[in-house]
């Protein structure tokens, strides 16, 4: 398996439900991030993972809650979630320069969450 | 207003057109990224670029800092090039550490054989 992966790739949920998606990195890479593409809006970066600790949070409800255990493993717990929620969520990882020098991200295919 | 608006916001065009895709930023930026997103969600990057002008076979990516502007180009377009193009951008004020892109809201091109 090479690249970023994620699963599920397609998620139905209830509003009272509680869910995780998973993503998987397999290049070595030490930062990740969480993105929310919903229709019609720009991607939005939800969390950012360096060395697995958390270094943004982007004013994101605390019905979704990142989880970094190592470098190449990173998930988004979800509960009670509203219909709006409904997006898809990508995830990315790059490669966390020191200094001021910058890295791509390599995205993965996207999870497609729908909130009854 | 987005800081990162794209033009035009949907393009149709016949095979083998001369396609240009234009992406206007409101901050100083570090680095442009022009993406790939193809039905189903996967994103791929094209060309990441701080000046001057990339080339990648029929793509082709150029960037004026001065005018905060960015284009991309497809010269002989194939109905497979069918997808929506996104820029993004990274500030320039990020702390270190921190690599936080600024996305505008996509060109979704459609290519007719």
């Known amino acids: 398996e090479t690249g970023v992966t994620q699963t599920p790739r397609h998620l139905v949920m209830g509003m009272t439900n509680k869910k995780s998606l998973k993503c998987e990195q397999h290049?070595?890479?030490?930062?990740m991030y969480w993105y929310k593409q919903s229709a019609k809006k720009p991607l939005e970066l939800m969390f950012v993972?360096?060395?697995?600790?958390?270094?943004e949070n982007n004013s994101v409800p605390s019905r979704f809650s990142p989880e970094c255990p190592n470098s190449s493993h990173l998930f988004l717990h979800l509960h009670t979630l509203q219909p709006e929620d409904s997006a898809l969520y990508l995830c990315?990882?790059?490669?966390?320069?020191?200094?001021?020098?910058?890295?791509?991200?390599?995205f993965g295919p996207g999870t497609r969450l729908t909130v009854l | 207003k987005n800081e990162v608006e794209q033009s035009p916001q949907n393009l149709t065009a016949q095979e083998g057109e001369f396609i240009t895709i234009n992406c206007s930023y409101s901050?100083?930026?570090?680095?442009l990224h022009w993406l790939q997103q193809h039905p189903g969600g996967g994103i791929v990057s094209l060309f990441m670029?701080?000046?001057g002008k990339k080339k990648h076979g029929r793509l082709i990516a150029t960037i004026n800092i001065q005018e905060k502007h960015s284009s991309l180009h497809i010269t002989a377009s194939h109905p497979r090039d069918s997808a929506v193009y996104i820029c993004?951008?990274?500030?320039?004020?990020?702390?270190?550490?921190?690599?936080?892109?600024?996305f505008g809201q996509g060109t979704r091109l459609t290519i007719n054989p």
């Open positions: 993972y360096s060395l697995e600790e958390r270094v």
């Open positions: 901050v100083g930026i570090s680095a």
């Open positions: 290049l070595g890479h030490n930062a």
């Open positions: 993004a951008v990274r500030p320039r004020n990020i702390i270190q550490g921190a690599q936080k892109l600024v």
């Open positions: 670029l701080s000046s």
């Open positions: 990315a990882s790059s490669q966390d320069p020191s200094g001021n020098s910058y890295n791509e991200q390599f």
